[in-house]
Each structure stands twice: as structure tokens, then as C-alpha cells.
């Protein structure tokens, strides 16, 4: 069985190039991905994006401290919703939502799929629970009354192969990605923060923040293997990759 997939981006950030790649001044502005994947057995989105109230108000829905090293560029007709909407899909239609962690990043626009199950590994929403509303996370964005599913480690999520997380430890406790096998383009493997940029995994440079190095580290040769066998690599936050992502309606494979 095979899916499609197709790819948005919802706004940018501009943050310090250091969280990107450790040691590194000055900034960088960033892509914030989101994937739709349909499936014969549902529709999944893999990472929602940021909060719609960051919009307007970006200081006042993430707080001084992440406003202060995160700046928003982010209009309406970005956000998830919307860019559903845009390319003929409902917002009620998506059937499950697969974080690829809790960053504020990954999970803002989960409140704007009401019927999505959430797909999290366990280990992330231990942590997340943990650290409430700190460290980029917001309890606002993801406890948002939809069915969580917890999940341990590799997860088929149809049972077919087609659409399968892969835990990717590292960037956070419980991060993980998604490996998705389409109808046309081959496989590929949406890293969300497993692997911000290209240089990331070509230099096999961490990020300056980062909760485990070597689980990090471990990963990326995880991702070299799977690049070498073919598989297309989705960088989760390369400003000069995305430029070359093609955006939905048009399909990646
Ligand atoms: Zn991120």
C-alpha cells in the first residue's frame, strides 16, 4: 500500500543560527512544515504548525522568554487551517495527527483539527507533562481535548507499511518522524527536528539545543543509511531546501 503526500509551509521564524547549529552566530530564518498525508485508511498530518493566536499576538500566546529568541512570520491564510481549506480539504476531515514532538512549532495548530486522533510517543508526552508550559513547550498547544493515542517506538499506523513512525530521540526525549512510502515519488522520511538543515546531516553537526547528543548523533547515521538506500530526506526546518519543496496542491509523491 502507498500514500500521498503533499507538503506547506505555514509561516516562518527567525531565531539564532546557534539553535540551528552549535557555535554558529548571528540568525537564520526558517521554514515551519507540515505534511498531509492521505491514505486509503485516513488522512494524517504530520506536525500542525504554530497556534493561530500567534497570528495577532505572538509575544502574548508563547510568553517573553520564547518571544524574545523567536521572531513570527506568520499571516493569515498560513495557518493549517487555512491552507487545508486552500487546497479542498476540511479541517474535520483529518483523522490523526502525528506530532513529531511538542515543541510549540510542531503541535500549535492541533486545536484546529477537532476530530484528529493525536499520535505522540509516550515518552515525549511524559516530558511534556513534565515541563508544562517551559523549554518550548505549551500546554495550550497540544492539551486540546482530542483522543491521544501514546505510542512506544516504531508505530505502522495503517498496518500496511505505507505511513510508519520512527522514534528519533534526541532533539527531545520522545521526538519521533515519519517514514512515508508514496504513490509515485518513492519513500521518504519527514525528519521534523531530528535534522534541521541539510549541513545537519552532511557535517553531522548538532544543534546547540539538544536534550541527547549521542541519541542525536545516532540518529543522523540512522538517516544517512536510509538516504544511501534512496530514501528522500525532508529536512525539517533548511531554508534553502524548502525553497525547493514543491507546496500543496502539488503532490511529493
Ligand atoms: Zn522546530
Same mark, same amino acid.
Given at each position: 500500500? +502507498?500514500?500521498?503526500?503533499?507538503?506547506?509551509?505555514?509561516?516562518?521564524?527567525?531565531?539564532?543560527?546557534?539553535?540551528?547549529?552549535?557555535?554558529?552566530?548571528?540568525?537564520? +530564518?526558517?521554514?515551519?512544515?507540515?505534511?498531509?498525508?492521505?491514505?486509503?485508511?485516513?488522512?494524517?498530518?504530520?506536525?500542525?504548525?504554530?497556534?493561530?493566536?500567534?497570528?495577532?499576538?505572538?509575544?502574548?500566546?508563547?510568553?517573553?522568554?520564547?518571544?524574545?529568541?523567536?521572531?513570527?512570520?506568520?499571516?493569515?491564510?498560513?495557518?493549517?487551517?487555512?491552507?487545508?481549506?486552500?487546497?479542498?480539504?476540511?479541517?474535520?476531515?483529518?483523522?490523526?495527527?502525528?506530532?513529531?514532538?511538542?515543541?510549540?512549532?510542531?503541535?500549535?495548530?492541533?486545536?484546529?483539527?477537532?476530530?484528529?486522533?493525536?499520535?505522540?510517543?509516550?515518552?515525549?508526552?511524559?516530558?511534556?507533562?513534565?515541563?508544562?508550559?517551559?523549554?518550548?513547550?505549551?500546554?495550550?498547544?497540544?492539551?486540546?481535548?482530542?483522543?491521544? #493515542?501514546?505510542?512506544?517506538?516504531?508505530?505502522?499506523?495503517?498496518?500496511?507499511?505505507?505511513?510508519?513512525?520512527?522514534?528519533?530521540?534526541?532533539?527531545?526525549?520522545?521526538?519521533?518522524?515519519? #517514514?512515508? #512510502?508514496?504513490?509515485?515519488?518513492?519513500?521518504?522520511?519527514?525528519?521534523?527536528?531530528?535534522?534541521?538543515? #541539510?549541513?545537519?546531516?552532511?557535517?553531522?553537526?548538532?544543534?546547540?539545543?539538544?536534550?541527547?547528543?549521542?541519541?542525536?548523533?545516532?540518529?543522523?547515521?540512522?538517516?544517512?543509511?536510509?538516504?544511501?538506500?534512496?530514501?528522500?530526506?525532508?529536512?525539517?526546518?533548511?531554508?534553502?531546501?524548502?525553497?525547493?519543496?514543491?507546496?500543496?496542491?502539488?503532490?511529493?509523491?
Amino acid at each position: 500500500m +502507498t500514500a500521498q503526500l503533499y507538503a506547506f509551509t505555514c509561516g516562518f521564524l527567525t531565531i539564532p543560527r546557534a539553535f540551528m547549529l552549535d557555535g554558529e552566530p548571528g540568525f537564520i +530564518t526558517v521554514p515551519v512544515p507540515s505534511y498531509l498525508v492521505v491514505h486509503p485508511k485516513g488522512r494524517v498530518l504530520f506536525d500542525s504548525g504554530l497556534h493561530a493566536a500567534t497570528l495577532e499576538d505572538p509575544a502574548g500566546y508563547v510568553g517573553e522568554m520564547l518571544a524574545r529568541y523567536h521572531t513570527f512570520h506568520f499571516h493569515p491564510g498560513e495557518e493549517i487551517a487555512a491552507r487545508l481549506v486552500s487546497i479542498g480539504v476540511s479541517p474535520d476531515e483529518i483523522d490523526i495527527v502525528i506530532n513529531s514532538h511538542l515543541h510549540f512549532d510542531h503541535c500549535g495548530g492541533n486545536a484546529q483539527l477537532p476530530n484528529a486522533d493525536i499520535l505522540i510517543q509516550s515518552r515525549e508526552l511524559d516530558h511534556a507533562r513534565a515541563v508544562e508550559s517551559s523549554r518550548g513547550y505549551l500546554l495550550s498547544d497540544w492539551d486540546t481535548g482530542q483522543r491521544v #493515542r501514546a505510542i512506544e517506538g516504531e508505530y505502522d499506523v495503517f498496518g500496511d507499511g505505507a505511513v510508519v513512525c520512527l522514534p528519533t530521540y534526541g532533539h527531545t526525549p520522545g521526538h519521533q518522524s515519519l #517514514r512515508v #512510502r508514496t504513490e509515485s515519488g518513492g519513500e521518504f522520511v519527514l525528519c521534523g527536528d531530528a535534522c534541521y538543515l #541539510r549541513d545537519s546531516l552532511e557535517q553531522m553537526r548538532t544543534p546547540g539545543v539538544i536534550a541527547d547528543k549521542e541519541a542525536a548523533l545516532a540518529v543522523f547515521h540512522r538517516l544517512r543509511e536510509m538516504q544511501a538506500r534512496g530514501v528522500k530526506i525532508m529536512y525539517g526546518h533548511d531554508p534553502e531546501f524548502w525553497k525547493s519543496v514543491p507546496q500543496a496542491p502539488v503532490r511529493l509523491g
